[in-house]
């Protein structure tokens, strides 16, 4: 079955380390997202890509670094600098150039930084 | 840039009752509307989408969403709702200026027996 996989479900960091949360998909689609879900907040645009080696900042990009060296990969890392990293996040997949089709979204992966 | 807003943060409801979530956008020329569906724990599905064609669009699950053009409005509806839909409901826009859509702040659906 095509979809996306986000993984680990579940993450727990001390405060001043980096992490990556790992998005793989088998939709062969060319645009990637990563956003943030805090309770009451909705969701919030981390970072996007719109092909293979290149990628562009969304709303809340600071602390937040991604690669997509791969079609089917774009993981994200939180650094030391995001300063309030404790989240839901979600990686989204979709078509290139057609806003008329759904996103894709991963399962999520929960962040935990104490 | 586009806007969407859901005007109810939350909104509790009886088993088997009617339901509509509210959700308006901001005015554009062309416009394609979607309402997702997120569980606890998990990622968004798609319920239903508006491309063009017949305002009233039909999804999974029983429910249902209204286009109106004139009031900038998507609500979704649903005749008679289960504790299965306790969820939150989130509505998303996006228009040929921008390949990203963008989303509302959810609504929570709470379904008491």
């Known amino acids: 079955d095509g979809g996306i996989t986000q993984s680990p479900k579940y993450l727990f960091r001390k405060e001043g380390q980096n992490v990556t949360l790992s998005c793989e998909q088998n939709?062969?689609?060319?645009?990637m997202y990563w956003y943030r879900q805090d309770p009451g907040q909705g969701l919030r645009l981390i970072y996007y890509?719109?092909?293979?080696?290149?990628?562009q900042k969304g709303d809340i990009a600071e602390g937040y670094s991604v690669s997509r060296e791969k079609k089917e990969s774009f993981p994200l890392t939180v650094t030391s600098a995001q300063k309030n990293p404790t989240a839901f996040y979600l990686c989204?997949?979709?078509?290139?150039?057609?806003?008329?089709?759904?996103?894709?979204f991963g399962n999520g992966t929960r962040l935990t930084v104490t | 840039a586009q806007s969407v807003t859901q005007l109810d943060s939350q909104v509790p409801v009886f088993e088997e009752a009617p339901v509509e979530l509210r959700c308006n956008y901001s005015?554009?020329?062309?416009?394609?509307l979607f309402w997702y569906v997120q569980y606890p724990n998990q990622g968004l599905q798609l319920l239903l989408k508006?491309?063009?064609?017949?305002?009233l669009v039909k999804g999974i699950n029983g429910f249902e969403a209204e286009f109106n053009k004139s009031q900038t409005s998507f609500h979704l509806r649903k005749p008679s709702v289960h504790i299965s839909d306790t969820a939150e409901y989130f509505c998303?826009?996006?228009?040929?200026?921008?390949?990203?859509?963008?989303f509302g702040r959810g609504t929570s659906l709470i379904v008491h027996p």
């Open positions: 989204a997949s979709g078509q290139q150039g057609t806003p008329n089709s759904p996103l894709h």
């Open positions: 939709l062969n689609h060319d645009a």
């Open positions: 890509s719109q092909i293979v080696n290149d990628f």
């Open positions: 005015s554009s020329v062309s416009v394609y």
């Open positions: 508006y491309l063009s064609g017949s305002t």
């Open positions: 998303a826009v996006s228009d040929l200026g921008s390949y990203i859509p963008t």
